[in-house]
């Protein structure tokens, strides 16, 4: 048995604003400009589908719009084949009130397409989006745009899972957590190519087998930074990357800064590092424990 339950409370301050929902067969349609509204989606079923309205009858290709800021945003689906397309739209500065965005999937087979931009236009900065996996072969890809935005990500309790992010913007924190199973990737664009992306931190905790880890990142002039498993002071990690027969590879480029930690426990092993700051810096701090590893390190100045 299926069911839908979908609350949507809006509250306009001097703007014109719309919301459109439709149900049916499992489908949630989602248009919303303005700000300080509060949106609830729940979903239990198989093959369930939030989009946008332009998607009607074309299957779940465009994105759901929330155009506004201080918006607070909450998609839970429960059930195998679940569907996420979603654009977020914001017009403010760092350190003002972007959106919030929570989405949590449990089951599996699922896709989510997070875009904090919809589309690469216009400004989307202090966007704070939360995702939750829980099952087998689900696959969120992120794309956020713009200043002080934060993103956390925690796949747990299953097998073949998938994160892809694409940050552009100073100042952003990404924290991902990939706890049990094996054969999960996780794909993370920080920059790259773009203008100098400044004041960014990446944290990622694992623990599980055959795991694949790739992180891309621009240097910067106040200090990026890349932590994997965690790394104390002292001999003992704060928190380790656990499990064998995983890859990780970190690429950071010019611009000055560029600091890779890594806290590793496991056998057969494989990391490679690239850090090429040209003119200054370069950290890496590296504790590993186990049999087999193989670490490829290089570092230009």
């Not at 773009?194 to 694949?212: E, K, M, P």
């Not at 504790?287 to 570092?299: A, P, V």
Request: glycine content about 16%; overall charge neutral.
């Amino acid at each position: 048995m299926k069911s839908i339950i979908a609350k949507i409370t809006t509250f306009a301050l001097g703007i014109v604003f719309g919301v459109y929902v439709f149900a049916g067969d499992n489908s949630i349609y989602i248009n919303q400009s303005g700000s300080n509204s509060t949106i609830s989606v729940t979903q239990d079923g198989a093959g369930n589908v939030v989009e946008g309205i332009q998607g009607t009858g074309t299957g779940p290709t465009t994105p759901s719009v929330i155009n506004g800021n201080a918006n607070t945003v909450t998609i839970n689906q429960v059930g195998t084949g679940n569907t996420l397309q979603f654009g977020i739209q914001t017009t403010v500065a760092n350190g003002m009130s972007g959106n919030n965005y929570s989405y949590s999937v449990t089951g599996n087979n699922a896709t989510a397409v997070i875009n904090s931009n919809n589309g690469g236009t216009g400004t989307s900065a202090s966007n704070n989006i939360s995702v939750t996996q829980t099952g087998n072969t689900a696959n969120a890809n992120i794309n956020l745009t713009g200043s002080g935005n934060n993103f956390t990500a925690v796949t747990s309790g299953g097998s073949n899972n998938s994160v892809i992010a694409t940050i552009k913007g100073a100042g952003a924190t990404d924290n991902i957590t990939m706890a049990g199973g094996a054969n999960n990737a996780l794909t993370l664009n920080q920059g790259v190519n773009s203008s100098v992306v400044s004041g960014t931190a990446v944290t990622v905790n694992s623990n599980g087998a055959s795991n694949a880890f790739t992180f891309n990142q621009d240097g910067g002039t106040t200090g990026n930074t890349i932590t994997v498993g965690g790394y104390s002071s002292g001999i003992t990690p704060i928190t380790t990357l656990a499990g064998s027969s995983n890859t990780i590879g970190v690429t950071q480029s010019g611009g000055y800064d560029n600091t890779f930690t890594l806290g590793l426990t496991g056998s057969s092993n494989t990391f490679n590092v690239n850090q090429t700051a040209t003119g200054g810096n370069n950290t890496a701090n590296i504790q590993s424990s186990g049999s087999g590893n193989t670490w490829t390190i290089r570092q230009t100045r």
